[in-house]
T-cell receptor, first 115, second 112 residues
Framework: EPEVTQTPSHQVTQMGQEVILRCVPI?????FYWYRQILGQKVEFLVS????????KSEIFDDQFSVERPDGSNFTLKIRSTKLEDSAMYFCASRRDVAAGNIQYFGAGTRLSVL | GQQVMQIPQYQHVQEGEDFTTYCNSS?????IQWYKQRPGGHPVFLIQLVKSGEVKKQKRLTFQFGEAKKNSSLHITATQTTDVGTYFC????????????FGDGTTLTVKP
């Protein structure tokens, strides 16, 4: 069964460093998302991406964040200068199309630890 | 902004007991999804509800969408230890960008 894959599974970085989290969405899916989950808390929407551009973003997704689909398969989240409070699990998700409603399939996540 | 609230936050049950979690949105939804997240895992899609008053069943799980499309519930009959995890509802205002607002989740623990 097709799945969303994320790498790395765990990323440790120093405060102020840049990190890039990588995702490979399900191949025939058109909509891509990043979510964040701080330990023990709920899943928070960061950004949605469709047709090579951001379609919606949350207040969390400030100028320090960016997303890119550099080729036909990868979808990346970049944090330019990490802060301690960026420590969280980051989930990538993909959605097939509008006909599928809002059904999203999540990757296993990248745990980001900012020291 | 849109808010999605879930109660209870935690539920501890004895194996075999029933379990219900409730989800309420501050705004009318286009559709709602339910996800299950096992400890240390990622959200896994369970069901999507689209129509007003819709009821769907998956074995021991029953999902309902309210008539006003602002609330939903998930009921598990005769819980098993494999039901342990956090159940999230996620509501969407439309299917355009597909942004889903997640509830706070209900964490279910089952005592054997």
């Amino acid at each position: 069964e097709p799945e969303v894959t994320q790498t790395p599974s765990h990323q440790v970085t120093q405060m102020g460093q840049e990190v890039i989290l990588r995702c490979v969405p399900i191949s025939n899916h058109l909509y891509f998302y990043w979510y964040r989950q701080i330990l023990g808390q709920k899943v928070e929407f960061l950004v949605s991406f469709y047709n090579n551009e951001i379609s919606e973003k949350s207040e969390i997704f400030d100028d320090q964040f960016s997303v890119e689909r550099p080729d036909g398969s990868n979808f990346t989240l970049k944090i330019r200068s990490t802060k301690l409070e960026d420590s969280a699990m980051y989930f990538c998700a993909s959605r097939r199309d509008v006909a599928a409603g809002n059904i999203q399939y999540f990757g296993a996540g990248t745990r980001l630890s900012v020291l | 902004g849109q808010q999605v609230m879930q109660i209870p936050q935690y539920q501890h049950v004895q194996e075999g007991e029933d379990f219900t979690t409730y989800c309420n949105s501050s705004t009318t939804l286009s559709n709602i999804q339910w996800y299950k997240q096992r400890p240390g895992g990622h959200p896994v899609f369970l069901i999507q509800l689209v129509k007003s008053g819709e009821v769907k069943k998956q074995k021991r799980l029953t999902f309902q969408f309210g008539e006003a499309k602002k609330n939903s519930s998930l009921h598990i009959t005769a819980t098993q230890t494999t039901d342990v995890g956090t159940y999230f509802c996620a509501g969407a205002l439309n299917t355009n960008a597909g942004k889903s607002t997640f509830g706070d989740g209900t964490t279910l623990t089952v005592k054997p």
